[in-house]
């Protein structure tokens, strides 16, 4: 595409836009090695120990949908960001930008509904604030959140970390949340309805590490789905990724919807789950522990890391033949986080 001197919708969905939008602005701006390879969270070395730091801001559109709301969102994709760079998840907090006129028995169920999950994922919730905005400015409510959690002695996770012949694992279904999202919006109806994924996977997370398995590279594909994700770990590691399409799995419903409406299920957004890289001798050990957590039970082996070809990624389909697995453009399906 030419260049821009408008920011589109596109620019948010966290393709190939979104990452020429970054480092052209922001990055360009802040110049501090932390930001180099754009991370969801930074790993700081403190007196003591290491600290993973992130932000996020959430702006779905419905602020309900079946499988969760706003609220839940915000701490899940904060914690999700922290537990993924291979942090326990302590602290969080949350700003939210309220739209004049917005229910207070809505904004309640919010809240509610944040508190739950931040027990459910063992953080705390410590700090905040509040602004409300003129009719028609914020479309209801945005939040905006930011979590610290604490890197434990001797773990370390980063794509630097991949080498050929690693494995590349999966905790589940991929486009759940994005397909839910969509279906609420449209008003689509299905015989299974979809339910967003939307859950914290630092209780998986830390059974995997607690399984032994050595883990070299973790991601939560969010925004972009599977697609963004391992474009990027593979980018960022100088490997390319072989995947093979049979083995990744997609939920029958989600195949469906995503067929007639055109789209990829792997480039549909997920909000709890897990793409890991493992060393080969830990790939079984690292499946069974992620296939005994509640959230791993359609946990599978899906690929591996090679010596770097022409391009990234690269789909193994179930007909024998390969194709490219193209970094999203832009957005597909906006407001979905």
């Known amino acids: 595409m030419p260049d821009q001197d408008r920011v589109l919708l596109g620019h948010g969905g966290g393709g190939v836009l979104t990452k020429r939008l970054v480092r052209e602005v922001f990055l360009a701006a802040f110049d501090d090695p932390a930001l180099e390879h754009m991370p969801d969270s930074a790993i700081l070395e403190i007196e003591g120990g290491r600290m993973a730091f992130t932000t996020d801001a959430f702006v779905v559109r419905p602020l309900f949908f079946r499988g969760g709301d706003v609220g839940r969102l915000s701490i899940c994709g904060t914690v999700n960001d922290l ?10 907090s949350i700003a939210a930008i309220v739209e004049e006129g917005f229910p207070v028995a809505d904004l309640k169920r919010v809240a509610l509904s944040a508190a739950n999950a931040a027990r459910e994922a063992g953080v705390r919730v410590v700090t905040g604030d509040t602004k409300v905005v003129e009719r028609g400015k914020a479309d209801g409510l945005f939040l905006a959140t930011a979590g610290v959690g604490f890197v434990p002695e001797g773990r ?29 919006r449209e008003g689509m109806r299905f015989k299974t309805p979809v339910e967003s994924d939307c859950a914290p996977v630092s209780g998986l997370v830390e059974a995997l590490f607690a399984s032994g398995a050595e883990v070299h590279a973790m991601r939560d594909p969010t925004r972009g789905g599977f697609a963004a994700a391992l474009n990027e770990l593979a980018e960022e590691s100088g490997v390319t990724v072989e ?65 770097k070809r022409e391009r990234p990624v690269i789909l193994r389909t179930r007909v024998g033949g390969e194709r490219v697995l193209e970094m999203p453009l832009g957005e597909s399906l906006p407001r979905i986080c």
Do not use: Q
Request: glycine share 12%.
């Open 83 to 92: 537990s993924v760079a291979g942090a326990v998840p302590k602290f969080i």
């Open 243 to 307: 995947i093979e399409e049979s083995a990744v799995p997609v939920g029958r419903e989600v195949r469906g919807a995503c067929e007639m409406l055109g789209l990829d299920p792997f480039a549909v957004a997920n909000e709890g789950k897990v793409i890991a890289f493992v060393s080969p001798e830990s790939a079984e050990s690292a499946l069974r522990a992620m296939r005994a957590h509640p959230l791993g039970a359609n946990a599978a082996v899906v690929g591996r890391a090679v010596g």
């Open 156 to 184: 370390d996770v980063a794509p630097d970390r991949v080498r050929p012949g690693d494995r590349v694992l999966v905790s589940g279904t991929m486009g759940d949340h994005g397909i839910a999202i969509l279906a609420e």
